[in-house]
């Protein structure tokens, strides 16, 4: 059986959490979501109130954490 090395490699993940609204901030992650379109890695984006609070906050990084497909 032959197997091909493209089907083994795996498209890189990146997950971003921005929380609220700031300019300055999303800014930065746009930088970050453009980066990764330009080079074929998957952007996971997470937005979130500025009220969320700190335990809804920790979910999110957990599920994100629990996520194959996310590497960074």
């Known amino acids: 059986m032959c197997v091909c ?3 083994m490699l795996q498209v890189p993940g990146l997950a971003v959490v921005i929380v609220g609204h700031r300019k ?6 746009g930088m970050k979501r453009k980066a990764c379109a330009e080079l074929g890695i998957k952007s996971f ?12 906050l920790i ?10 497909d996310v590497h960074g």
């Open 5 to 7: 090395v493209c089907e």
């Open 45 to 56: 984006d997470v937005d979130l109130p500025e009220q969320i609070s700190q335990a809804e």
């Open 24 to 29: 300055d901030s999303q800014s930065y992650v």
């Open 59 to 68: 979910k999110q990084v957990h599920e994100l954490n629990a996520n194959t």
